[in-house]
């Protein structure tokens, strides 16, 4: 499974150290690209839960 970010993350880059590929980039939100390996390390960061299996 896929995972992504919602409107939820606020963009505080928790995610981002946690990628082991460095698949998700900074914006208005934290975005995960096509090199994301699904691990789901970036979930398990995330303090608002705003990574999700899709």
């Known amino acids: 499974m896929a995972y992504r970010i919602t409107d939820a993350c606020i963009a505080c880059g928790a995610c981002a150290g946690q990628c082991p590929v460095e ?5 208005d939100i934290y975005v995960i690209g096509d090199a994301c390996i699904e691990c789901g390390a970036c979930a398990d960061q995330c303090p608002v839960e705003a990574i999700v299996e899709e």
């Open 23 to 27: 698949a998700i980039a900074e914006g």
